[in-house]
């Protein structure tokens, strides 16, 4: 979605899919979890808990699995205890990396978030870097063939978002606090979205030419750590770029 997400929409082999849906889970669960424990286990209270378990649901968690998560955020069973840890710095190219992370141990994870920002030849930054580059938006894509602009429009003050874009993809954004809102209210109209997230979204984007497959590594390698909950970043791709790194 918009020029941040590019990246993240390449296809990887058939091989590596279900171990990728595994790590996703992985992730969508902590995320339930952490949620739950710092804003409690009922989501009309908990809108951030709302979110996670949408999201959750969207990718075919199993009720039970998020339930049991719940129940491990609010201390009702045993679980992990996470941390939410954010770092940031630069990428090839000098593109600007933004990465959320759960951990539990966060000198093991800091030292291999800087490693693998090292070997991509990206540099790992001082908190509070890049992270201004970048606001939290929700954020939702719809296909156009679902729908017209006009109608796009009429949805649009319909709901109330702030903005919307036309372009490959239809885009509505909302303030982080109307992110799960909108969502039902997509869902409740029968809306079929291509994308929703709450994403932090570069104020402007960088295409960092020679170095445009570098970056895409760093940002893949980033991503498959264990840890790692998002990763954000202004680059903006190239379509071939895109596609020559699908078929690796």
Not at 121 to 146: H, K, Q, T
Request: hydrophobic share 40%.
């Amino acid at each position: 979605m918009s020029g941040h997400s590019k990246w993240a929409g390449i296809k990887h082999k058939k091989a590596v899919i279900d171990a990728k849906r595994a790590r996703r889970w992985t992730k969508l669960v902590r995320e339930v979890i952490v949620s739950a424990r710092l804003g409690g286990g009922d989501p009309d209270f908990n809108p951030r808990l709302r979110s996670a378990i949408l999201d959750a649901k969207a990718d075919n968690v199993p009720n039970d699995t998020i339930d049991r998560a719940i129940k491990k955020g609010t201390g009702e069973l045993e679980g992990e205890s996470f941390e939410e840890v954010s770092y940031e710095g630069y990428g090839p190219g000098g593109v600007a990396v933004l990465v959320e992370t759960m951990t539990d141990n966060r000198n093991r994870t800091v030292s291999e978030i800087r490693h693998l920002f090292s070997r991509h030849g990206g540099n790992l930054g001082e908190s509070g870097c890049v992270a201004w580059m970048f606001d939290r938006r929700g954020c939702f894509a719809i296909e156009p063939s679902v729908m017209s602009e006009e109608e796009l429009m009429d949805l649009a003050l319909e709901l109330g978002v702030e903005d919307f874009e036309v372009g490959e993809l239809y885009e509505l954004f909302t303030g982080p606090e109307e992110y799960a809102r909108v969502r039902e209210a997509l869902e409740a109209r029968g809306v079929p979205l291509a994308a929703a997230e709450l994403a932090m979204i570069p104020q402007s984007t960088l295409e960092p030419g020679a170095s445009s497959g570098a970056a895409l590594r760093l940002m893949e390698a980033l991503e498959d750590h264990d840890d790692v909950q998002h990763v954000w970043s202004n680059f903006e791709v190239d379509e071939g770029v895109l596609a020559a790194q699908a078929s690796e």
